[in-house]
């Protein structure tokens, strides 16, 4: 992985083909399951109380981690309770393993369609085995990225942006254009582009959206403010749009390892 703004990026040779590609997943599998994974990360840390920054986080961290490992060798639940155990942990909001898989537990069975009355049970065997794929998975997570494992978010970036083109005043922007931050968390942008040019695809669709129109003069267009590329801008966007067109099949998806 190489490095730009003290976040790691994936390299061409891991975007171009993956590990898990390597191994017979499909594109689109793959595609899904790291949504999905992203997604279950959300709705935990949601029910956790855990705060935005340790969610987003450990969706950073389990993208990052399916560039270096196969979905044939781990699952989204088992890396994804490790990674929102570890950002609990780096960005001191720590959570307890027990609350962590009780949630996981409840999320699961909901997905499935399942009863979610009786809660888990703190001392059975599926107790147990959640316990011990969440530990076992933050070691992974840990060795898997050799211990590099800070973040760089562009919330801030974007704020500033929005200020300095005017629109911070403009609240129903700001909160489409934060939306779209969380949203891009379940794709791979995190790992593909640097912060500045996300805030800058999270603006840029929030824009549209308003109907609002940014600087646009030429040689001074609105994104070289912030040292952005204009493809790189629109494709960070096309990989955020594209969510809102692909429906997941939560039900059936393999949540753990692939066989």
């Known amino acids: 992985m190489s490095f730009a703004l003290n976040n790691p990026l994936a390299s061409l040779e891991q975007l171009e083909t993956t590990i898990s ?12 399951l790291r949504n999905l994974g992203a997604e279950l990360i959300q709705s935990a840390g949601i029910l956790l ?6 969610m987003a986080t450990a969706q950073v961290l389990f993208q990052r981690f399916f560039y270096m490992a196969s979905l044939k060798e781990f699952g989204i639940v088992e890396i994804g309770m490790g990674a929102l155990f570890l950002a609990s942990k780096l960005e001191e909001c720590f959570v307890r393993m027990t609350h962590l898989i009780t949630v996981y537990d409840l999320l699961i069975r909901r997905m499935k369609g399942q009863s979610t009355k009786i809660p888990l049970d703190g001392f059975s065997q599926k107790a147990y085995n959640l316990k011990n794929m969440a530990t076992a998975a933050e070691m992974q997570i840990l060795r898997k990225l050799g211990f590099i494992v800070h973040v760089q978010l562009p919330y801030n970036l974007m704020i500033n942006y929005l200020r300095i083109l005017g629109l911070e005043d403009n609240k129903v922007l700001s909160r489409k254009a934060w939306n779209y931050l969380n949203d891009g968390l379940r794709t791979i942008i995190y ?30 267009e609105w994104w070289l403010l912030f ?33």
């Not at 590609?21 to 899904?32: K, P």
């Not at 109380?49 to 340790?54: G, H, I, S, T, W």
């Not at 790992?191 to 003069?217: F, S």
């Open 191 to 220: 790992v593909n582009y640097e912060p500045p040019t996300i805030a800058c695809a999270a603006i840029w669709l929030a824009c549209r959206e308003e109907g609002i129109k940014l600087p646009y003069q030429i040689g001074k």
């Open 49 to 54: 109380k855990l705060p935005q920054v340790a």
């Open 227 to 259: 040292d952005v590329d204009l493809v790189n801008l629109k494709n960070a966007a096309a990989h955020i749009r594209r969510l809102y067109y692909k429906k997941l099949d939560r039900a059936n998806l393999p949540l753990y390892k692939i066989i």
């Open 21 to 32: 590609r390597n191994d017979g997943v499909s594109d689109d599998l793959e595609e899904d």
